[in-house]
């Protein structure tokens, strides 16, 4: 049990478009979904804590209108990198938690994002 | 945002050796710990969550200790197998229950 799923695991851009992420708990209702985003050899950096229903909670130094969250269903949270830049290649990686489990994060399998 | 060290940064160990490595955090204002275990191309796994001072968690060949006291933890491997090879994260939460992530201790197991 507790399986999440993220969408797409890997996508190419060209630099200005929009690139939209999903992550989905499968077997289960997810209260809270994090995002987080990895650079090279560096430690899960949160961006940003998502809701049901609530607008997202954003880290500091996280632009909000560059990373759009959307958190719209138990089992559905959306990042949606808005003009994309090469400097926003990265690992993307999204967790949830249950309502029963609050501490325990289970991880979907991350996406790499690259811009040209 | 915790300061979170973990060390060392990578490992490679023989079949069959024991081995350890450490996550340490601020002690102050602490709630609870979480081992994650990060296979290559798969989604990070949870391990164990601890929360009191002493505890001591342990699935199969695989063991942690807690001292919230001096900020540390300390994860053990007996008799490590190929199929140990991962990132070991570790992730306090402190008072505002998110946990911050350590870059992870790189694990290689040779046959």
């Not at chain 1, 880290?59 to 559905?76: C, M, P, R, W, Y």
């Not at chain 2, 992730?91 to 790189?106: C, L, N, V």
Request: glycine residues 8%; charged residues 15%.
């Amino acid at each position: 049990g507790a399986v999440v799923s993220q969408h797409p695991s890997r996508v190419i851009c060209k630099s200005g478009t929009s690139v939209k992420i999903e992550c989905r708990s499968l077997d289960f209702q997810a209260t809270t979904m994090f995002w987080y985003r990895q650079f090279p050899k560096q430690s899960l950096m949160l961006m940003a804590t998502s809701n049901e229903g609530s607008k997202a909670t954003y880290e500091q130094g996280v632009e909000k209108d560059k990373f759009l969250i959307n958190h719209a269903s138990l089992t559905l949270s959306t990042l949606t990198v808005t003009s994309a830049h090469p400097e926003d290649s990265s690992f993307y990686i999204c967790s949830a938690v249950t309502s029963g489990d609050t501490d325990t994060q289970y991880f979907g399998p991350g996406t790499r994002l690259t811009v040209l | 945002i915790l300061n979170v060290e973990q060390s060392p940064q990578s490992l490679h160990v023989q079949e069959g050796d024991s081995t350890n490595f450490t996550c340490s955090f601020p002690s102050s204002n602490f709630y609870a710990l979480h081992w994650y275990r990060w296979e290559t191309a798969k989604s990070p796994e949870a391990l164990f969550v601890m929360t009191l001072n002493g505890d001591e968690k342990k699935k199969g060949r695989i063991s942690a200790t807690l001292n919230t006291k001096e900020g540390y933890s300390y994860l053990y491997i007996k008799g490590s197998q190929p199929e140990d090879s991962a990132t070991y994260l570790c992730a306090p939460t402190g008072g505002s229950y998110i946990p911050t992530f350590g870059r992870g201790t790189s694990l290689i197991v040779h046959p």
